[in-house]
C-alpha cells in the first residue's frame, strides 16, 4: 500500500504555545487528507478533512481557529494547534487519499500531544 | 448517517484459539466496512475491507470476514490466534466518500500463552 509519514511521532509542548504536526503522502498524490483525534482507549474521532488547496471542513465541535489545517500541497498537509492546553494532549492521526470515489485512506503513524 | 458498533471493549483468547471480533453497522446507503489493527503508539493498518464484492472477504494476517446484510454485521474472525495478534481492532463504516470512515470505538484482543 501507500506511505503517508506523519511528523513527530511525539512532541512534548508548553501551555501557550503552538505545535505542528506534518502528515506527508510520498509516494501518492493526496488530493484529500484527514486529520482525527484519539482519545486513551477510545476511537479515532474525525477533526476536519481538507482537499488541496481548499480550506478544510470541520466537523461540529471542533474549533477551526484553535486546530488550523494547510493543505497548501498533494502531498503534505500540517495541522497546527495553536495555544495548546493540557487539555490537548492526545494521539493525532491523519490519513490521506487520492479523493476519488473509490480511493482507499492510507494512514500515518500518528502524532503523540503532550501539553505540560 | 453511518455508525459502527463494536461489542466488547476488551476480548481474550488463548494462542490458538479461534478469534472472532463483532461488528454491527448502521448504514443509510450500501456500506464500504473496514478492519483495522493499530498497535500501541502507531497508526492504524488495513485488515481487510468489503466494497460490495464477495461477501467474504480474506486480509492480511489470517483475517476474515463476513459481511451480512439481514444482520447489518461484518464480524472479524481468525481461526488460530497467535501473541503477535494482541492489539487495538476497529470497524470502520465509509461516510460520506470512500475514505471518510467512521469508527467504532474498539475492541481490544488479548491473547494468552
Known amino acids: 500500500g501507500a506511505v503517508v509519514s506523519q511528523h513527530p511521532s511525539w512532541v512534548i509542548c508548553k501551555s501557550g504555545t503552538s505545535v505542528k504536526i506534518e502528515c506527508r503522502s510520498l509516494?501518492?498524490?493526496?488530493?484529500?487528507m484527514f486529520w482525527y483525534r484519539q482519545f486513551p482507549k477510545q476511537s479515532l474521532m474525525l477533526m476536519a478533512t481538507?482537499?488541496?488547496?481548499?480550506?478544510?471542513?470541520?466537523e461540529q465541535g471542533v474549533e477551526k481557529d484553535k486546530f488550523l489545517i494547510n493543505h497548501a500541497s498533494l502531498t503534505l498537509s500540517t495541522l497546527t494547534v495553536t495555544s495548546a492546553h493540557p487539555e490537548d494532549s492526545s494521539f493525532y492521526i491523519c490519513?490521506?487519499?487520492?479523493?476519488?470515489?473509490?480511493?482507499?485512506?492510507?494512514f500515518g503513524q500518528g502524532t503523540r500531544l503532550t501539553v505540560v | 448517517a453511518q455508525s459502527v458498533t463494536q461489542l466488547g471493549s476488551h476480548v481474550s483468547v488463548s494462542e490458538g484459539a479461534l478469534v472472532l471480533l463483532r461488528c454491527n453497522y448502521s448504514?443509510?446507503?450500501?456500506?464500504?466496512l473496514f478492519w483495522y489493527v493499530q498497535y500501541p503508539n502507531q497508526g492504524l493498518q488495513l485488515l481487510l475491507k468489503?466494497?460490495?464484492?464477495?461477501?467474504l472477504v480474506k486480509g492480511i494476517n489470517g483475517f476474515e470476514a463476513e459481511f451480512k446484510k439481514s444482520e447489518t454485521s461484518f464480524h472479524l474472525t481468525k481461526p488460530s490466534a497467535h501473541m503477535s495478534d494482541a492489539a487495538e481492532y476497529f470497524c470502520?463504516?465509509?461516510?460520506?466518500?470512500?475514505?471518510?470512515?467512521?469508527f467504532g470505538k474498539g475492541t481490544m484482543l488479548l491473547v494468552s500463552p
Open positions: 490519513s490521506a487519499s487520492e479523493g476519488t470515489t473509490d480511493s482507499e485512506a492510507f
Open positions: 509516494d501518492f498524490q493526496a488530493t484529500t
Open positions: 481538507s482537499n488541496e488547496g481548499s480550506k478544510a471542513t470541520y
Open positions: 448504514s443509510s446507503v450500501p456500506p464500504y
Open positions: 468489503y466494497t460490495s464484492a464477495a461477501t
Open positions: 470502520a463504516v465509509s461516510g460520506r466518500g470512500y475514505s471518510t470512515l467512521t
